[in-house]
């Protein structure tokens, strides 16, 4: 079933297929802890592989405070002299120096599955598209923010003052990339954004040039998953559920937003504070008496919200909806079945899509990390295609940080999540969305798509002059 809800965009053209990833040796992240991973079996706590470096490069990352993994991709192992830094910025590109990227996620925390799923699809993409591109090898630093902003701002400076990357992906959470971005824009470094967080985020693209967001933002999502609920659904008042940062705020108001607008109430909205592990003064907390619930957490939370629901008894007595990251494979192989089977999700990815290209890339992740990916997976594989088509488009070759901003931004693929453009309001994505359902596939737990929106611009359902002040209200407090 489709429904189009916008013109549709001109397609990014994207294609290729990964193959299995080559057996290297993994190194622990120094300093840091991370909690075990619910079915992990590939060794976790070891969160990144590299080449051995250049003596003084060895010794200047054992001097570094944080946990910062380098990977120096295969290339490396040939042309190791030219992998060190040099210490200086881009101001031209010799032969074979390695293109520098710097990658925030959290690793250790409440959100280490969703960053070690990412990581997964990067080096994944990776993997397909290249390591390096014409003679110039792709050398990542993967700094352990830990999921808290004020960690990832000091490692984003220490990837660019110490580090001299000439790129930066991530952060993940949108509290962080809120801290973040405007200081690595400000340098004048490109940003490949997981998430729109903020309208000065999205100003700072437009004003600067140097950044864009490759991924998605809560409203496009949420307000076509508000739209649904009300005319399919008919559910008419219902309860919220969201995360306390900007990220759980800008989800749930799309939602609001969309379903009220039609007629709709919102019964109560509930808020889960970022470090919360028990979710069950948050389910108790829902009226009985309300129709539905809509639900944005992510990750452990998003997991443990959903077994905690099935175990109040509420699952038979009240549907239950969410945005993308409730039931993606980073939260669902740790949900019991009973409970999360049949719950709906809007989402911009849906890891049970049959489309060609989702397939091979699903089966190609499976076959490399032995489960199927989650959106954070496919943010991670898109974003190494993006990174690696522009660097082909300069021979390899990083002249300036500007210059790989345009190219990067120029890029046009189709991603396993199906086609992708860019906003050149927002440098956001204009892609479709979906209602997916979870199902039993062949034994396994998939988010299937049930209906398609196509086309969707980054304010959703809701025009630009309305979904404006709600989404810079949103960035910084939760919705009214």
Same mark, same amino acid.
């Given at each position: 079933?489709?429904?189009?809800?916008?013109?549709?965009?001109?397609?990014?053209?994207?294609?290729?297929?990964?193959?299995?990833l080559?057996?290297?040796?993994?190194?622990?992240?120094?300093?840091?802890?991370?909690?075990?991973?619910?079915?992990?079996?590939?060794?976790?706590?070891?969160?990144?592989?590299?080449?051995?470096?250049?003596?003084?490069?060895?010794?200047?990352?054992?001097?570094?405070?944080?946990?910062?993994?380098?990977?120096?991709?295969?290339?490396?192992?040939?042309?190791a002299?030219?992998?060190?830094? !040099?210490?200086?910025?881009?101001?031209?590109? =010799?032969? &074979?120096?390695? *293109?520098?990227? +710097?990658? %925030? $996620?959290p690793?250790?925390g409440?959100?280490?599955?969703?960053?070690?799923?990412?990581?997964?699809?990067?080096?994944?993409?990776?993997?397909?598209?290249?390591?390096?591109?014409?003679?110039?090898?792709?050398?990542v630093?993967?700094?352990?923010?830990?999921?808290?902003?004020?960690v990832?701002? !000091?490692?984003?400076?220490?990837?660019?003052? =110490?580090? &001299?990357?000439? *790129?930066?992906? +991530?952060? %993940? $959470?949108?509290?962080?990339?809120?801290?973040?971005?405007?200081?690595?824009?400000g340098?004048?470094i490109?940003?490949?954004?997981l998430?729109?967080?903020?309208?000065?985020?999205?100003?700072?693209?437009?004003?600067?040039?140097?950044?864009?967001?490759?991924?998605?933002?809560?409203?496009?999502?949420?307000?076509?998953?508000g739209r649904?609920?009300y005319?399919?659904?008919?559910?008419?008042?219902?309860?919220?559920?969201?995360?306390?940062?900007?990220?759980?705020?800008?989800?749930?108001?799309?939602?609001?937003?969309?379903?009220?607008?039609?007629?709709?109430?919102?019964?109560?909205?509930?808020?889960?504070?970022?470090?919360?592990?028990?979710?069950?003064?948050?389910?108790?907390?829902?009226?009985?008496?309300?129709?539905?619930?809509f639900?944005?957490?992510?990750?452990s939370?998003?997991?443990?919200?959903?077994?905690?629901?099935?175990?109040?008894?509420?699952k038979?007595?009240?549907?239950?909806?969410?945005?993308?990251?409730?039931?993606?494979?980073a939260?669902?192989?740790a949900?019991?079945?009973?409970?999360?089977?049949?719950?709906?999700?809007?989402s911009?990815?849906?890891?049970?899509?049959?489309?060609?290209?989702?397939?091979?890339?699903?089966?190609?992740?499976?076959?490399?990390?032995?489960?199927?990916?989650?959106?954070?997976?496919e943010?991670?594989?898109?974003?190494?295609?993006i990174?690696?088509?522009?660097?082909?488009?300069?021979?390899?070759?990083?002249?300036?940080?500007?210059?790989?901003?345009?190219?990067?931004r120029?890029?046009t693929?189709?991603?396993?999540?199906?086609?992708?453009?860019?906003?050149?309001?927002?440098?956001?994505?204009?892609?479709?969305?979906?209602?997916?359902?979870?199902?039993?596939?062949?034994?396994?737990?998939?988010?299937?798509?049930?209906?398609?929106?196509?086309?969707?611009?980054?304010?959703?359902?809701?025009?630009?002059a309305?979904?404006?002040?709600?989404f810079a209200?949103?960035?910084?407090?939760?919705?009214?």
């Amino acid at each position: 079933m489709e429904s189009s809800l916008a013109p549709t965009a001109p397609a990014l053209h994207r294609g290729a297929q990964p193959a299995p990833l080559p057996e290297t040796q993994p190194a622990p992240v120094r300093g840091a802890q991370p909690e075990p991973l619910p079915g992990a079996q590939r060794g976790r706590a070891r969160v990144a592989r590299r080449v051995k470096a250049p003596k003084a490069q060895r010794r200047a990352t054992r001097a570094r405070p944080r946990p910062r993994t380098p990977i120096v991709l295969a290339a490396c192992a040939i042309l190791a002299a030219a992998c060190g830094s !040099s210490g200086q910025a881009s101001t031209g590109a =010799s032969a &074979h120096s390695p *293109v520098k990227v +710097g990658y %925030l $996620l959290p690793l250790t925390g409440v959100f280490t599955k969703n960053g070690s799923s990412e990581q997964d699809g990067f080096k994944l993409g990776l993997k397909h598209f290249g390591s390096s591109v014409d003679g110039h090898p792709i050398q990542v630093i993967y700094a352990n923010d830990q999921g808290q902003p004020s960690v990832s701002l !000091s490692d984003a400076r220490q990837l660019v003052t =110490s580090d &001299h990357v000439q *790129v930066v992906e +991530g952060p %993940l $959470l949108s509290s962080a990339i809120a801290a973040v971005a405007p200081y690595v824009l400000g340098q004048g470094i490109p940003e490949d954004d997981l998430y729109l967080a903020s309208p000065q985020q999205a100003q700072d693209y437009v004003r600067l040039g140097t950044g864009f967001t490759s991924d998605w933002d809560g409203f496009a999502p949420t307000t076509v998953g508000g739209r649904w609920a009300y005319d399919t659904m008919h559910w008419r008042h219902v309860t919220t559920v969201g995360l306390g940062i900007s990220y759980g705020w800008q989800g749930v108001a799309g939602f609001a937003a969309q379903f009220t607008k039609l007629g709709g109430r919102i019964d109560k909205m509930i808020w889960v504070p970022s470090n919360g592990v028990d979710m069950s003064p948050y389910v108790s907390a829902i009226p009985a008496s309300t129709q539905a619930v809509f639900v944005v957490l992510s990750g452990s939370q998003a997991a443990n919200f959903i077994n905690s629901y099935q175990s109040f008894g509420m699952k038979k007595k009240i549907p239950l909806m969410g945005i993308t990251t409730l039931t993606d494979q980073a939260a669902l192989p740790a949900e019991n079945a009973a409970a999360a089977l049949g719950v709906y999700t809007d989402s911009q990815y849906c890891d049970g899509s049959p489309t060609p290209a989702n397939q091979t890339f699903a089966n190609a992740y499976h076959a490399a990390y032995g489960q199927y990916p989650s959106y954070y997976s496919e943010a991670g594989y898109t974003k190494a295609q993006i990174l690696v088509a522009a660097l082909k488009s300069l021979g390899g070759k990083v002249t300036s940080e500007k210059a790989l901003s345009a190219a990067m931004r120029a890029v046009t693929i189709t991603a396993p999540r199906g086609p992708v453009t860019l906003s050149h309001v927002t440098w956001s994505p204009i892609e479709n969305e979906y209602i997916c359902k979870v199902e039993n596939v062949h034994g396994t737990l998939r988010n299937v798509p049930i209906v398609t929106f196509r086309s969707i611009q980054p304010w959703g359902t809701l025009s630009q002059a309305a979904w404006q002040p709600i989404f810079a209200k949103t960035s910084v407090s939760p919705p009214t």
